[in-house]
């Protein structure tokens, strides 16, 4: 079988869980079939090759700007973007010919904003099973912040209920819509997406202990909070810091891993008891968790099913997460974890009080976070994956 996997993002051009989740897949199916990944690229060239025993097309969108530009644009500007990113017929002919020529036989999509959410239309017009995955809200909420705080409520609301409207109708229907986590299907299907989709809830795909570096934990009497993530006002991680400084036990110390925006601001917030390391390569993530006892994910953005806990997990952590979105569905309360009321100072720290006196169990819990994540290993995923492929085909 060949597989055609679509994304806007793609190593080297990463941003968060979704590219690694697209890279596994790849892995995957390079042992089950051929396979084409068409995603991005910044340059003004197109760029047709052979990587690492699979085909990959990476192509310049040719919008007013790249996905992964963060300079101001205003409004205006993010409004132009968009209305480019929904019909893009550049990009549409160029994969619409690509598909053609390559004669694959089942088509994967997962972010696709960036690249054009128009581009379901030309696998429908080719006739191919199309399977597609909600990483994100990106058919829910544009990109990046369109209006500044304290502008017009209503004229936003009218923006995002446009927006909406839009997505629905280019995106329509692929065969097969799938989701990490009940939460974010429920979203989409109250808005009124996939009225003629099969949809079902599948849980990322997890690489197995094998394929990585896990190092013993490394003992110490105090208990050892890590966040690890992008450093965005959505994801609470100064919002964590904050309230975490208030709290006055030298038993307890905070380890904030990753970069965004508020890394500068955070940084400030760092001493005896907040260690602010900015990026942490993938190379030295064994050796991190391997210093810490427990995951802290404090998102208030409604998180869809963040990888970081399936890595906590494989990696012997337990976790404590914000009840925002579906990341509470991956945590079984008192046993992988626990989770609180998401930007609720009270019930975090009454919870890191709890992880603190259960400090003993902490270990046993991680174990059991470990046992807990094999369900979703990669190969486990796949072949639920390629069934529905071969469904689709029949």
């Known amino acids: 079988m060949k597989f055609c996997l679509i994304t806007n993002l793609y190593p080297p051009y990463v941003r968060g869980g979704a590219e690694r989740v ?3 897949l790849v892995q995957g199916l390079r042992a089950r079939g051929e396979v084409l990944l068409i995603t991005t690229q910044p340059d003004d060239i197109l760029d047709d090759a052979t990587e690492e025993g699979f085909e990959i097309y990476r192509i310049n969108p040719l919008n007013s700007y790249y996905l992964l530009d963060e300079q101001p644009r205003s409004v205006w500007d993010k409004i132009k973007w968009h209305w480019s990113d929904f019909f893009n017929p550049w990009v549409q002919k160029e994969i619409y010919h690509l598909l053609k020529k390559r004669r694959v036989d089942v088509v ?54 446009l927006y909406r409207w839009l997505s629905r109708y280019f995106f329509k229907n692929p065969g097969v819509v799938i989701s990490p986590s009940r939460f974010a299907l429920d979203l989409h299907l109250k808005y009124g997406f996939f009225k003629k989709s099969k949809t079902m809830v599948l849980p990322n795909p997890a ?8 190092k013993p934990r490394l003992t110490s009497d105090k208990l050892r909070l890590l966040y690890l993530g992008q450093l965005e006002p959505a994801k609470g991680v100064l919002w964590l810091a904050e309230n975490f400084s208030q709290w006055d036990d ?11 925006s508020q890394l500068a601001e955070i940084k400030k917030m760092a001493g005896p008891r907040i260690k602010v390391l900015g990026k942490v390569t993938r ?11 427990l995951l802290v994910l404090p998102s208030i953005w409604q998180e869809n099913s963040p990888l970081v806990i399936y890595e906590a997990y494989q990696h012997g952590l337990p976790v404590l997460v914000a009840d925002a979105g579906g990341a509470k569905e991956l945590v079984k309360e008192g046993e992988t974890g626990w989770v609180f009321k998401a930007n609720n100072q009270a019930d975090l720290l009454a919870k890191l009080k709890l992880a603190l006196a ?15 994540v094999q369900q979703f290993f990669l190969n486990n995923y796949l072949t639920k994956l390629i069934a529905l492929c071969e469904n689709l085909k029949k």
Do not use: W
Request: proline fraction near 3%; charged fraction near 25%; glycine fraction near 10%.
């Open 207 to 214: 690489a197995g202990h094998d394929q990585l570096k896990i």
């Open 250 to 260: 030298a038993r307890v110390e905070l380890t904030i891993a990753g970069e965004g």
């Open 22 to 24: 697209v890279e596994l």
């Open 358 to 372: 259960k400090k003993d169990s902490l270990s046993a819990m991680g174990q059991a976070g470990r046992a807990y």
């Open 108 to 161: 994967l999509t997962h972010n696709l904003k960036g690249l054009s959410l128009g581009l379901p239309k030309v696998i429908r017009k080719l006739g191919l099973p199309h399977i597609h995955t909600l990483h994100d809200y990106q058919l829910l909420e544009p990109h990046g912040s369109m209006f500044r705080s304290g502008q017009n409520v209503d004229l936003k609301g009218m923006a995002y209920v």
């Open 283 to 293: 190379e030295n993530l064994a050796e991190l968790f391997a210093r810490c006892d």
